[in-house]
């Protein structure tokens, strides 16, 4: 699905990653950590295609990227879906709206798939936030609806970039299970973040392989959780 050989990636003349090498296979479930800084937005950029590696190789979905036109990589994208840290929406739309937004991007806003984004409004317990604007959230009900957005197009890899540190324990318990849920489901999952309390929590619902980006390397932090 992605697969990452020997891929480094320089920015501003220096190398924040060098020789990774990591093969993401159908239905298997990842936390990447690292201390600040390490690398670990640019790594899952780097999963989804918004940069390109300056050595090695990464393949999406049996393709190498540096055959790939603008327009390949946006289908590629199409089948990832990225939970980004930062939660950006558009504030003059209610939510639901800006869940679907992907839908109108990729002209697939028909109204079976208006009828799965209410399914998936409920999924994500947002059904009585739906026509709520973004600044009218909370930092919980902003996460779930950025989960919700990243799986509108039914893709088959889920990376979520710190999606519980904003929130309190409780609600980041709920995006893991739901995280887990869609695992179960089959699709392939990697979260990166900072928070072990978070990955020893995913023990009896998961298992997990625990990656870690230290000295521009990945290295594997432990077995099976």
Not at 41 to 47: A, I, P
Not at 125 to 142: F, K
Not at 162 to 191: A, C, F, H, Y
């Amino acid at each position: 699905m992605i697969e990452l050989e020997n891929v480094a990636y320089s920015y501003g003349g220096g190398e924040l990653l060098t020789d990774i090498s990591l093969k993401l296979a159908p239905g298997s479930f990842h936390f990447l950590t690292g201390p600040s800084g390490a690398g670990k937005t640019t790594f899952l950029k780097l999963c989804y295609g918004a940069l390109r590696p300056t050595g090695g190789h990464l393949r999406l979905f049996d393709r190498d990227v540096t055959q790939m036109d603008r327009d390949a990589i946006a289908l590629a994208r199409r089948r990832i879906g990225v939970v980004h840290q930062d939660c950006q929406f558009l504030d003059h739309l209610p939510v639901d709206e800006n869940v679907a937004l992907p839908l109108i991007a990729s002209g697939q806003a028909s109204p079976d798939e208006q009828e799965n984004l209410a399914e998936l409004m409920t999924w994500v317990g947002l059904t009585n936030r739906a026509h709520a604007l973004p600044p009218e959230l909370s930092g919980g009900e902003r996460q779930r609806a950025a989960l919700a957005r990243a799986l509108i197009l039914s893709p088959e890899v889920i990376l979520a970039d710190e999606p519980t540190g904003n929130v309190d324990w409780e609600m980041s318990q709920r995006l893991l299970r739901l995280l887990v849920e869609l695992n179960r489901m089959g699709k392939t999952i990697m979260i990166a973040t900072h928070d072990l309390s978070l990955i020893r929590a995913a023990k009896a619902q998961v298992q997990a392989r625990v990656l870690r980006i230290s000295q521009r390397r990945l290295q594997l932090a432990g077995a099976d959780l």
